[in-house]
């Protein structure tokens, strides 16, 4: 690619996986010599550092609070429920994202180019798509479980089994929606020719999304009507019900302000995670139907495009805090079980401190009886 006679921004389309599409950004030879990447504010150090600080702190919190309710959840039979079932896919969905996109994401974001190969490319790409699916997927399902169990209760109850092989449908369904995806992804590389400016060939490789046009929009808005529309209006419709019902039985019952209780901690979350989704998915929308954007937003295009990424991705920290300490069962249960480690660890330690304050006697009777 020569750029001798660049004089104008040049459209440039790079992964972006937040509906599966290609992100439109312009490269842009105005900058300094040194600047000859997309034109983006991430090449400030403090900003730099302040989206490093961001992705740290939400991959971290994630990935521990998200690990924690999976292990409280499987260690405790008594949690061992319909919904939380669903709760824990939907904890692994954000277990996913922190640890096996987001780092990635990060990465790509900052450097501007794809240095992992073409295997992960191929891989890491569909890996935004498919915890996105199986959380929504997840939270209708915890919702027309709530609406079976409140507003039909003679009616026959959804089964742990059940709730399994729905799990397992849901994870099929999620990877095969991402399959477009990996049929478009390519791993490139380009050699790009600025020697009118640096005496050098600059050679990166990058993870793309090769579509066409019309096809891509096609997809982008089928993954927002299946991903985010449609099951938002159900869940929406079926929590309404729910509370209509809730409200007309007697407050002072025990099992009406259990299931008060539930249902709000669950509409919670979904709210949570719909009001964090929705600018991401806005913004990807106007981006493919609008490429223009990019030139607009200028350098604040990229990190425009990351801080909104990582305010969709802070549901993954929320979610576990909301389910986790507002649960009073989930609370105590996960207390039960930090008191029992601690315990076992004061155990392990006091039997220790034992153990060799017996040796140490033996040792010092030997001593002194071989003095004698």
């Known amino acids: 690619m020569d750029l001798s006679n660049f004089t104008q921004d040049m459209p440039f389309f790079l992964w972006d996986n937040g ?65 939380n079932i669903f709760i824990s896919t939907l904890a692994f969905s954000d277990i996913m994202l922190c640890a096996f996109n987001l780092p990635f994401q990060l990465h790509y974001g900052i450097t501007d180019y794809w240095s992992f190969g ?19 997927l997840s939270m209708l399902m915890i919702a027309v479980e709530r609406y079976i169990l409140i507003v039909f209760p003679f009616r026959k109850k959804l089964t742990i089994e059940m709730a399994i092989g729905i799990v397992v449908v849901i994870i099929i369904f999620s990877v095969v929606c991402s399959i477009p995806i990996i049929l478009h992804t390519e791993h490139s590389h ?51 019900q729910i509370y209509k019902v809730l409200k007309k039985r007697p407050i002072k019952r025990k099992e009406t302000q259990k299931n008060y209780k539930t249902t709000r901690i669950l509409i919670a979350i979904t709210t949570t995670f719909t009001i964090s ?34 305010i969709a991705m802070s549901s993954s920290c929320v979610n576990p805090f909301l389910y986790g300490w507002l649960n009073d069962k989930f609370r105590k249960e996960f207390g039960t079980m930090l008191g029992k480690r601690m315990m076992k660890m004061q155990v392990s330690r006091s039997g220790y401190f034992r153990t060799s304050g017996s040796a140490d006697y033996r040792s010092e009777k030997n001593c002194a009886t071989e003095n004698l």
Not at 23 to 33: A, C, L, R, S
Not at 65 to 79: D, G, P, S
Not at 227 to 235: A, K, L, N
């Open 190 to 240: 380009e050699e790009i020719d600025i020697r009118p400016y640096i005496q050098d060939i600059i050679k990166k490789s990058f993870c793309i999304e090769n579509w066409k046009m019309k096809t891509s929009r096609a997809y982008t808005m089928f993954v927002f009507v299946l991903q985010f529309f449609v099951p938002y209006i159900i869940i929406s419709v079926l929590y309404f």
């Open 277 to 310: 989704w929705l600018p991401f998915q806005i913004f990807s929308i106007v981006s493919y139907f609008n490429p223009n954007i990019s030139s607009h937003l200028g350098p604040a295009y990229k990190l425009t495009d990351l801080i909104l990424k990582i």
């Open 19 to 83: 509906t599966g599409n290609m992100t439109h950004w312009p490269m842009d030879f105005h900058y300094q010599v040194s600047d000859f990447e997309a034109p983006n504010l991430l090449r400030d150090k403090g900003w730099k550092i302040f989206i490093i600080i961001l992705f740290g702190a939400v991959i971290f919190l994630g990935f521990i609070e998200n690990l924690t309710v999976i292990i409280v959840i499987t260690i405790n039979k008594r949690l061992h429920t319909v919904t």
């Open 118 to 136: 073409p295997v992960l490319c191929q891989i890491i790409i569909p890996m935004f798509a498919v915890p996105v699916f199986m959380s929504t």
